[in-house]
């Protein structure tokens, strides 16, 4: 056997006890990752701290803070897809986290997901939100121009209301005008007041005027300076009484101090807005309240035909059949609108003395039971 042979044999009787005496890399343990990303974190290098949260949480899929880290990271450089699944481990894992919910939300507006953006703020808003002002200013404000959008002003109206008496509560003697200087809420508020379906980015620049004023009339409202908010909608009738929306938003202003005046600002928007279910509506509630019974329901019988998904015009409608003594009309109205809106209370009620009227007691006395259910739950989320 020459050289080469005997050294070929004895490297290959060798390379079993060479691998085994050689180091693999050792692969980083939770903990080492961890520690290196709170120390890139703390050091503000953040492009290095992405990756390191990213695959700690790889390795402890169970660990919160490396999920908020690792989402709110994301967030502030824009990476809203991988902001959003961080937020969606997130609140998988802290499942009543109200700020996981309100980033999650956020995160999803961002991806134009408007559906699930709005469900997720409306969930983080339901479980709190937390001390940090700036950030509940922020949800409350995108939760309300998602609401305006999916065509339910009166809940952004409720959402910036809060802003403006929690930013009053805040600043206590600052004054009216302070607050009127926040244009971003008082041009949402004025979206809201006039009922269009639009962010507000995307209203015509045309209709900025009219916003305007119309948002400043209805943070008057919400300050509770109700001379100087009625000074404020009568100005923007005079200016604008042919735009849609206008003679609505004056006519909820007038709801409790002008009951009448309130019912010929909405016989105006008819005028204005032939196709508008809604002040239709509101010219049946005002007509119950009056007691014009009969009138009140050809307006609520058109408001159901304009807008059949309109819950709260099958709710007017029911009311009056019952006022009418009609109560088998009634019952079936109600039934539509609990169909429509069943965590509605005012809808359980009237589905409730629909059934009292037609002595069906069990069946009354099991919505009435769920119209305090839904009504408690409501007075607690107002507080």
């Not at 402890?60 to 709110?72: A, H, I, K, N, V």
């Not at 400043?216 to 009484?241: K, N």
């Not at 629909?354 to 009435?368: G, I, L, P």
Request: hydrophobic content about 45%; glycine content about 8%; overall charge negative.
């Amino acid at each position: 056997m020459d050289g080469h042979s005997v050294t070929a044999v004895i490297l290959l009787l060798l390379s079993p006890l060479l691998r085994a005496g050689q180091t693999s890399p050792q692969k980083d343990t939770f903990d080492e990752l961890a520690a290196r990303a709170r120390q890139a974190l703390d050091a503000d290098r953040v492009e290095e701290a992405i990756p390191l949260y990213g695959r700690a949480t790889e390795l402890r899929p169970q660990w919160s803070e490396g999920w908020w880290r690792l989402g709110t990271l994301q967030y502030d450089a824009r990476r809203f897809p991988e902001a959003r699944d961080a937020f969606a481990h997130f609140v998988a894992v802290e499942g009543k986290a109200g700020p996981g919910f309100g980033m999650l939300g956020l995160s999803e507006f961002q991806l134009k997901r408007y559906e699930q953006a709005l469900a997720a703020l409306e969930h983080g808003i339901r479980l709190g939100l937390g001390p940090n002002r700036e950030f509940e200013r922020t949800v409350l404000y995108r939760d309300a121009t998602l609401n305006t959008l999916m065509g339910r002003p009166e809940v952004a109206i409720q959402r910036l209301t809060l802003l403006m008496n929690e930013a009053a509560a805040a600043h206590p003697g600052a004054g009216a005008a302070s607050f009127l200087s926040d244009l971003e809420a008082v041009d949402a508020l004025g979206i809201a007041a006039l009922r269009i379906p639009k962010l507000p980015a995307a209203v015509p620049t045309e209709k900025a005027s009219l916003v305007r004023q119309a948002g400043r009339a209805q943070a008057l409202v919400a300050l509770q300076d109700l001379p100087a908010a009625g000074v404020e909608f009568e100005q923007l009738a005079a200016t604008y009484g042919s735009e849609p929306g206008v003679h609505y938003a004056y006519g909820v202003f007038l709801l409790k101090t002008n009951p009448p005046g309130a019912l010929a600002e909405f016989q105006k928007e008819i005028e204005v807005s032939p196709k508008d279910a809604d002040a239709r509506a509101q010219c049946a509630f005002a007509c119950l309240r009056s007691g014009d019974f009969g009138t009140g329901r050809e307006y609520a019988e058109e408001a159901v035909k304009l807008a059949p998904g309109n819950f709260a015009a099958h709710i007017v409608l029911a009311r009056l059949w019952l006022a009418l003594d009609n109560a088998a009309q009634a019952l079936a109205q109600a039934q539509i609108a609990v169909k429509l809106a069943p965590n509605s209370p005012d809808a359980r009620l009237v589905l409730s003395n629909c059934y009292a009227q037609t002595n069906r007691q069990q069946e009354a006395e099991r919505e009435r039971a769920e119209f305090q259910r839904l009504k408690d739950l409501a007075d607690r989320a107002a507080r």
